[in-house]
C-alpha cells in the first residue's frame, strides 16, 4: 500500500519528533530541602513532555541533547529536555519541596539519593498505540513498566522490601501520553482511517491508558494522575501541516483529543471505584492550554502561533539544531519553543494551573 512515500514519512516523522533525554544532572542541582517534602517521590511515565533525557540512550532521530534545546537551563546546556529550559516534572518536583530537577532513570550515574526521590521513565516519541513509539524508536509504554519494575528491585536493595513498598505507595505517579499518537504519520494516513474512525481510535488510546494506569496500581502505585491529551492540532507543526493556508487548528486532532479526554473522566471513575485505596485524578489541560493559544497576552505571551526556533513552522528535535540560523530574540514572549513544544516559561504557566487545581488531590 502506498499510503506515504518516505520521503514525506520522514519529514513528518521529523515534525513529530518528540522527547528527550537528559545527562544526569543530580545532586549538585537538587537543592537541600530543609522542609519536609509534601510527598517522598515522583515518578513520570510518559513522552517528551516528562522526558529529562532517557532518549540520550536511545537509537532514534528523537532527541534534544544539543543546543539550542537546554540554552536557557540551569548549566545552559543541553540535557535531552525538549525545551529551551525545565520542563513541567522539574517544577513539580520543585512545588512538592522534593527536590529541583527530576532526572532521567537511562541517565549514568543515578545516587541512591536520586532513585529514591523519583526519576522519569518518559521517552520522547512515545504513545499510547505501539506503532507509535515503534515508528519513532522511542521508548513503549509497555517498556517503561518493565523499567519501573527493575526500578522497584533497586529501591528495594536501597530501602528493604517494607520500606520501599511503603515509599511506592506514597510517591506521586504522573503518567502523560496521546499527543504523539495523534501527531504520528500513522494516524493522518489511510491505514489509520480505515480501520479506526475518531471515536474509536480514542476508544483504543484510552484502552491502553486504562490499562497502563491498572497496571501500575498491581505494582503498587496508590496516587496517580493522567494528563489528557492537549490541544495538540494547534501546535505549530500541525497547523504547518495540516492547518491550511490559514495555519488554522487541525481539527481531526483536536477532535479526538476531546473525545478521549472526556472518556477519560469516566473511565478514572470506573477505576477508582474498583481500587478505593488508590487516589486517580485526570489532569486536564486542554481548556487551559486552548486558551493559552488562543488569547497569549492574557497570560503574558504574545507569540503562540510559531515556534522560537528557527522559522517556527515545523522545526522540532533534529531540525531545531546549532545550524538552525535563527532563535528567536526573545523567548519570553512565546508560548512554543519548537514547533512541538512549549517553552519553559509556558510550562511553568501550565505546571502553576495543575497544581492549583489537582495536587490537593494528590497530596492529601
Ligand atoms: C554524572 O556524570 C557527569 C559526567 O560524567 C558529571 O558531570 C555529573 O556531575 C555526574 N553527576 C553526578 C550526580 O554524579
Ligand atoms: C487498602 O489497603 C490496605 C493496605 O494495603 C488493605 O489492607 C485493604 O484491604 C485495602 N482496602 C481496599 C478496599 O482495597
Ligand atoms: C522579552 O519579552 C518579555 C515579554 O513580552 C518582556 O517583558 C521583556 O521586556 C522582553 N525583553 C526584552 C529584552 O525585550
Known sequence: MKLLTTAFA?????????????????????????????????????????DSGNNNQLQTMLRSDFLPYG????????????????????????????????????????????LITGVSFASGGTGFDPITSQLAAAIPMTEQLEMFKKY???????????????????SAYLIVGGSNDLASPYFSSPLRSSRYDSSSYADFLLH???????????????????????????????????GGFARGCASIQNEVAQIYNSRLTKKVEEIKKRHQNTTLVHLDIYAFLFDMIEHPTKYGFEVSYIGCCGTGLLEAALLCNPMTLTVCTNVSRYIFWDSFHPTEKAYSVL??????????????
Open 10 to 50: 520522514f519529514s513528518l516523522l521529523l515534525c513529530t519528533m518528540q522527547h528527550g533525554i537528559a545527562r544526569t544532572i543530580s545532586q549538585e542541582q537538587n537543592a537541600k530541602h530543609l522542609n519536609k517534602p509534601m510527598l517522598p517521590a515522583l515518578l513520570a511515565f510518559g513522552d517528551s513532555i516528562f
Open 71 to 114: 540554552e536557557d537551563f540551569i548549566t545552559h546546556r543541553p540535557t535531552g529536555r525538549f525545551c529551551n529550559g525545565r520542563i513541567p516534572t522539574d517544577f513539580i518536583v520543585s512545588k512538592l519541596g522534593i527536590k529541583e530537577l527530576l532526572p532521567a532513570y537511562l541517565s549514568t550515574n543515578l545516587s541512591n539519593e536520586d
Open 152 to 170: 522497584r528491585e533497586k529501591v528495594k536493595g536501597i530501602l528493604g522490601k517494607r520500606g520501599a513498598t511503603e515509599l511506592l505507595a506514597q
Open 208 to 242: 491502553s491508558a486504562s490499562s497502563f494506569i491498572q497496571e501500575l496500581i498491581q505494582l503498587g502505585a496508590r496516587k496517580i494522575g493522567i494528563v489528557g491529551i492537549p490541544p495538540i492540532g494547534c501546535v505549530p507543526s500541525q497547523r504547518t501541516l495540516q
Open 351 to 364: 505546571v502553576n494551573y495543575i497544581y492549583e487545581n489537582y495536587f490537593h488531590l494528590l497530596v492529601s
